[in-house]
């Protein structure tokens, strides 16, 4: 199997060693036989780029390989452990014909989009109640004091309206403003 | 300044519905003021002038600034692009803006009420300016759904469009998000889940309406009350925006790869001044980005107390509209050069990998700079290698990623979050960002509705029957279940179709008949009188030239170019976006398409020539009725 790896450290014989081990401990982890030595794992092929290939005998029968499947699932178990004392993740050290499953992004229960829309939903909806219902309240109080008032209104159609100079002829009478200066006035000059 | 008989309004009054008959009363202004108190259903207003700037600024800075204006200026001469820019400013937008506002202010009443003043002939000018109001509020605030939906989604780390899910089996991502990038995918499959063509129309996504109900709750709330709460509302909508774009400005130049994006939009290409589309697409880019011809200018300043200085506060609001689109393109600009930079050096290190892979080559041997004489040396030192590699190594080239220009919901939900999700921080930012979103499309959704509302408030035979809060209620109620049709996995098409369709073609001729009526049929000199006795100012031989003779004459040609653009494209087409190929596709309309496309242009423009028709039958009727009584 080819192992890729881009380094912030120089590859030598030293880090070859720590691979050896790795890989011995991850067959141990896995068969639990406690017979893999750092001499079972076998490299070769080395390249600059670091990349080799690796194999891993068994010992206890001379001279064989240890299946291709055997180690790639102890490598599958031990993933994590190998990947940090390389300091390396996922990506930056491949394992030809190992594909990784990727671990899904942790989903909490609730989504936490329908929290906060929750959140701003009931402020909105509560200054909403808050505006309506203050509302209607001073619509009650406005409507006992217009009743006085309404009398007043009554008087005052008057139908000269000179509107910002512009001719009343022009205008549609009803789209007119009742100008209750007018209307008013009446009230305030003494009878004759 | 003050004209005879003209009176300050005592502070805490707060009623102005007799419009300027009180001249008639000097040196009796205490009584004046006194029995205008008594009056019943006095007109509204804004507590001050600095409201009114605040909504009109709110209304005309809009989506608009954000996502169209760097992209026209990235298509028409970076740099040069603002010298058409600022001569239509001059010529069209700010007398425009100006006849507008003084029609306001001056008449008092929402549009259809103003036109019906100026001549009873063009009521119809008011009602087709509130149809196009409606039918641009049916579709504006499903953008704040989006915005919302991206805003909720904004508190989690990592960002969702970060990265793409996984496909079934865990051996990899999505097959859809492969092909395409993560961002593209959240936009396409998980906000919009958008269906292959306008004829599959799909379900109503009931996330998406969940948002715009929200989003039309917002916007009740904030017209609830008038100009009471609107006028506290755009304190808000104004402002925002502005400390989230020197947050992204200063963020964006200190990112890296920035200057890049700054360096090549910002040269002027000068050659392209010589082609017409570059004026044209000025012009009518300043007209859009005002909002003219909307009504809700007229229905803002209605509310404004007659001694208003709306001259200068025209002129305040265009430049501050212009100066925000420039400002906000540096800042797109600089967004787009750290995205194409990010993505350049991607596609380099993606290359790098591969070489060394394959050729099992020294880390750090190769890199960005010796990259090219790498591959030669590699292509002539092991030639069968390197040709079977050929077809996976992309020429990576940064001029090519600043080259696409997006426009649109493209450039504000798909370029702006992929950057976003590369940023450290990158929830505030996503957060800061939305918001501002959400602020600039509230406020141009309140102007909308305003221009709805204040007709209908203005009417009596509507407010006696029912209070203001449930008129409002009752247009925001129909809109929200209109809009739900742009929630539907087709919605986004049907979004496209409103967005280029409903307002262009009629708000040209609305601002054309509307120019030519105050000049024309009111008459110029009695226009001059009135804004001179309402602000104490002689009108300026500008403003009388550009209303008279250069705007209009613009509007014209502006209208017959669309006019023809659309004549010689023939068969309309649309972006469909293809989940297979993971990029979007165009489409031919279906016939129902094209036939609402045309209700939507016709019945606009139709309400002029009938409302017009309508009183002139109406006035024939009654004069017959007054001469047989005769």
Not at chain 1, 99 to 119: D, H, K, N
Not at chain 2, 304 to 327: G, M, W
Not at chain 2, 371 to 400: F, G, I, R, T, V
Not at chain 2, 520 to 540: A, Q, S, V, W
């Amino acid at each position: 199997m080819i192992f890729h790896l881009p380094l912030q450290y120089a590859w030598d014989a030293n880090e070859e060693y720590l691979f050896k081990a790795m890989m011995a401990f991850a067959m141990r982890r896995y068969s639990s036989k406690s017979t893999t030595q750092i001499s079972n794992v076998l490299l070769c092929n080395v390249t600059d780029r670091v990349s080799f290939w690796f194999v891993v005998t068994d010992s206890s029968k001379n001279t064989t390989t240890v299946p291709g499947s055997e180690v790639e699932a102890a490598i599958r178990m031990n993933r994590n452990r190998i990947n940090s004392a390389f300091l390396l993740s996922d990506k930056t050290l491949q394992f030809l014909k190992i594909s990784t499953t990727l671990s899904p992004p942790v989903e909490p229960s609730t989504p936490v989009w329908l929290i906060v829309f929750g959140v701003v939903l009931s402020l909105i909806v509560a200054g909403i109640v808050f505006l309506v219902v203050s509302g209607i309240r001073k619509h009650k109080k406005k409507n006992k004091e217009s009743t006085e008032r309404e009398n007043l209104e009554e008087k005052g159609e008057v139908t000269i309206t000179i509107e910002n100079g512009i001719p009343c002829e022009t205008l549609d009478l009803k789209a007119g403003h009742v100008n209750g200066v007018f209307a008013a006035d009446d009230e305030r000059f003494t009878s004759l | 300044r003050q004209s005879p008989g003209s009176y300050s309004p005592k502070p805490g009054w707060r009623g102005g519905g007799a419009g300027l008959a009180e001249h008639l009363w000097a040196g009796s202004s205490n009584r004046t003021a006194a029995h205008l108190q008594d009056m019943e259903k006095a007109r509204p207003l804004w507590d001050n002038p600095l409201q009114f700037v605040f909504a009109c600024i709110s209304y005309a800075v809009g989506l608009g600034n954000v996502w169209r204006f760097p992209y026209l200026c990235q298509m028409y001469g970076g740099g040069g692009f603002l010298i058409p820019y600022v001569i239509m400013l001059v010529v069209e937008g700010m007398p425009l803006l100006y006849l507008e506002l003084a029609v306001g202010q001056r008449m008092r009443k929402g549009s259809i009420g103003a036109w019906k003043i100026i001549s009873p002939y063009l009521c119809g000018v008011g009602v087709a300016s509130v149809v196009v109001s409606f039918f641009l509020s049916m579709y504006y605030n499903v953008i704040n759904a989006w915005a919302f939906w991206y805003l909720f989604h904004s508190f989690q780390d990592p960002l969702p469009w970060a990265t793409c899910p996984l496909n079934s089996n865990r051996t990899g991502y999505e097959e859809e998000c492969e092909k395409t990038s993560s961002t593209q995918y959240f936009w396409y499959r998980q906000t919009l889940n958008i269906s292959p063509s306008l004829e599959t129309s799909g379900n109503v996504q009931w996330e998406q309406a969940l948002c715009l109900t929200l989003a039309w709750l917002v916007v009740y709330l904030c017209i609830l009350r008038g100009t009471a709460s609107t006028g506290k509302v755009v304190y808000v909508t104004a402002s925002l925006p502005y400390c989230v774009l020197i947050i992204y400005l200063i963020r964006g130049l200190t990112l890296h790869g920035a200057v890049n994006g700054l360096i090549y939009m910002f040269t002027p290409k000068l050659e392209q001044l010589s082609n017409p589309k570059t004026w044209i697409s000025a012009a009518t880019q300043i007209f859009f980005s005002l909002g003219l011809g909307f009504g809700s200018l007229i229905a803002f300043a209605s509310y404004n107390d007659p001694s208003n200085n709306c001259e200068r506060h025209a002129i305040i609001v265009s430049l501050i509209n212009s100066t925000t689109s420039i400002f906000a393109s540096i800042v797109t600009f600089s967004i787009y050069g750290f995205k194409a930079t990010f993505n350049y050096e991607s596609c380099i290190n993606k290359v790098i990998l591969l070489l060394m892979n394959t050729f099992d080559l020294e880390e750090g041997s190769l890199t960005a700079d010796n990259l090219s004489e790498m591959k030669d040396y590699l292509m002539a030192a092991h030639p069968q290698e390197y040709a079977q590699l050929l077809p996976q190594l992309k020429n990576c080239s940064l001029e090519a990623e600043l080259d696409t220009a997006v426009q649109g919901t493209g450039l504000a939900f798909i370029v702006y979050s992929e950057a976003i999700k590369n940023m450290e921080v990158s929830q505030l930012y996503s957060v800061l960002y939305f918001a501002m979103l959400l602020m600039l499309g509230i406020g141009s959704m309140l102007g909308n509705i305003a221009a709805i509302l204040t007709p209908l408030t203005d009417s009596k035979a509507i407010t006696s029957r029912f209070s203001k809060e449930v008129i409002s209620g009752f247009v925001c109620f129909i809109n929200c279940i209109i809009g739900l049709i742009f929630t539907m996995e087709a919605g986004n098409y049907w979004f496209d179709i409103f967005n280029d369709y409903a307002a262009t073609l009629s708000l040209l001729l609305i601002v054309l008949v509307e120019t030519i009526a105050v000049c024309y049929i009111y008459g110029l000199r009695r226009f001059e009188k009135d804004l001179h006795t309402m602000i104490g100012r002689k009108l300026n031989w500008y403003w009388k030239t550009m209303w008279a003779f250069a705007s209009p004459l613009l509007i014209i040609s502006l209208f017959i170019f669309y006019l023809t653009d659309y004549i010689l494209t023939g068969t309309l087409q649309y972006q469909a976006w293809d989940s297979t190929q993971g990029q979007l596709v165009t489409r031919d309309y279906p016939s129902y398409a094209l036939a609402v496309i045309g209700l939507l242009v016709a019945s606009s423009t139709m309400c002029i020539p009938l409302g017009a028709l309508l009183t002139f039958i109406r006035k024939r009727l009654k004069r017959e009725r007054v001469s047989t009584v005769a």
